[in-house]
């Protein structure tokens, strides 16, 4: 476990400790994980009711009107405090998110952009191209419905894209060697691919329905 000095008493401490347990100070943010700022092992399958309390405890201790008496270095460091611990809150609580964050700490690159339509869903994309492209030039066209019923669709296909990523946490938290876990988040970059086409047409749709 690496350690520091407090930097008000010097007495060392765990490195992701925000106060020190001599003297009770802020201490100065450290790098920006997650999952060590929570106190969470780097796994894919969290307790969100755990996360939940861990957000209020710090968030009253992080509260700026705490350190308004205080010094505005230790303002500061609350003010910092406060803003990583919204984002990690919200990434690690999201299952979505917390994926996309743990593959981007192991160096994994989600293809956000793809233009390669999926294969399994070709047929339904290009039903609503066609559709969309018919109601845009034509909004007293008869494809509203159809697109409503498109759109509904589309969110039980990401949904059941979310149900697949999700049985590859279990997986990914009981793999014993790096190969495996890489394995794993490469499998779930592939599904995310293909839920970021969906998306993206999904958002498209929303603007016009």
């Keep these: 476990m690496n350690s520091k000095s407090c930097w008000k008493c010097k007495s060392l401490i765990e490195e992701f400790r925000h106060f020190c347990a001599e003297c009770d100070t802020i201490q100065p943010p450290s790098e920006e994980n997650f999952y060590k700022f929570m106190r969470f092992e780097k796994k894919l399958g969290i307790c969100t009711a755990t996360l939940q309390n861990r957000y209020y405890e710090l968030s009253r201790k992080f509260h700026p009107d705490y350190y308004q008496n205080k010094s505005s270095q230790e303002l500061t460091f609350a003010l910092k405090y406060s803003s990583i611990l919204n984002r990690a809150y919200f990434t690690l609580k999201n299952p979505i998110a917390r994926v996309r964050y743990l593959m981007m700490l192991e160096g994994i690159h989600e293809n956000r952009d793809s233009g390669s339509i999926p294969v399994k869903f070709a047929e339904d994309i290009f039903e609503i191209q066609d559709c969309l492209m018919e109601y845009k030039s034509n909004p007293e ?69």
Excluded: P, W
């Excluded at 669709?153 to 279990?170: A, P, S, V």
């Excluded at 970059?189 to 999904?202: A, E, F, G, I, P």
């Design 141 to 209: 066209s008869h494809c509203e419905d159809e697109l409503q019923n498109h759109h509904q669709k589309l969110k039980l296909d990401i949904d059941e894209i979310d149900q697949h990523i999700h049985k590859y946490f279990q997986n990914y938290d009981a793999s014993e060697n790096d190969k495996e876990k890489l394995d794993v988040l490469n499998n779930i970059s592939l599904l995310l691919t293909d839920r970021n086409y969906l998306d993206k047409m999904k958002t498209e749709l929303d603007g016009v329905l």
